[in-house]
């Protein structure tokens, strides 16, 4: 394959979209053609899925919910993705596997590696060429939520201890992948945030 595959992760609240919205708006103004997903939900099936993880009333099992959301990354990479990394586009992604791992592996308390797995089934061994991880506090991510909206979907909801093991699980993820994590504070200004995004993404440019 011949494309870019970036991924964005992060807790709620740390600014994902907007980041990789800005790259996703300074590639396609050097030219790249960039397409932009998200999981849940870059795909029609995705968003019916979408909205049964995040608003369904009641109890989701764990491995249900792990499930879900592996339904909606194997139809999102075999329709969208996969497609555009063969025509050598750029796919910038908010969130990945890596997002189950911490929220259905240690949020959920599921074991991470068998997540892991399960992911890598769903998307047929696609890993990123570059991840992105915005990291921020369980706390300074919660006021971030509660400053911008009144409600708050199943995962949001979640107690402060679930997010610390969130956020503790992707930093562990990237100190064990240094190569293809770029970490950054989610607390630096937004300018700053997009430069540091731009040098690595086009470092990988132009390799
Ligand atoms: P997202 O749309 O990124 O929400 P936000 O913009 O508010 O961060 O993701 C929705 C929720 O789904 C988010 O709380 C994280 C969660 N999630 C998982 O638990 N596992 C996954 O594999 C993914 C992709 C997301």
């Known amino acids: 394959m011949t494309g870019l595959f970036i991924t964005f992760e992060g807790g709620d609240g740390s600014g994902k979209t907007t980041q990789s919205r800005l790259l ?4 396609t103004q050097a030219g790249h053609t960039v397409v932009h997903s998200r999981e849940p ?8 899925l979408r909205e049964i993880i995040l608003h369904r009333r009641g109890y989701i099992a764990p491995c249900a919910e792990a499930l879900l959301y592996a339904a909606d990354r ?7 993705v996969r497609p555009a990394l063969e025509r050598g586009d750029i796919v910038i992604q908010d969130r990945y596997l890596d997002s189950s791992v911490a929220y259905q592996g240690a949020g959920r308390v599921l074991d991470s590696a068998e997540v892991r797995e399960l992911s890598l089934w769903a998307a047929e061994g696609l890993m990123p060429d570059l991840t992105v991880l915005l990291d921020l506090s369980a706390e300074d991510g919660r006021e971030r939520l509660e400053s911008s909206r009144d409600t708050y979907d199943r995962l949001e909801a979640e107690k402060s201890d679930f997010h610390e093991r969130v956020r503790d699980s992707f930093l562990g993820l990237a100190e064990a992948e240094p190569r293809r994590f770029l970490v950054l504070a989610a607390t630096e200004p937004i300018d700053a945030l997009a430069t540091a995004i731009q040098t690595r993404v086009a470092e990988l440019l132009n390799r």
């Not at 939900?41 to 019916?48: N, Q, R």
């Open 41 to 48: 939900g870059g795909t029609d099936l995705g968003v019916e």
């Open 24 to 27: 996703t708006e300074w590639l």
């Open 74 to 80: 194997a139809h999102n990479i075999a329709t969208r």
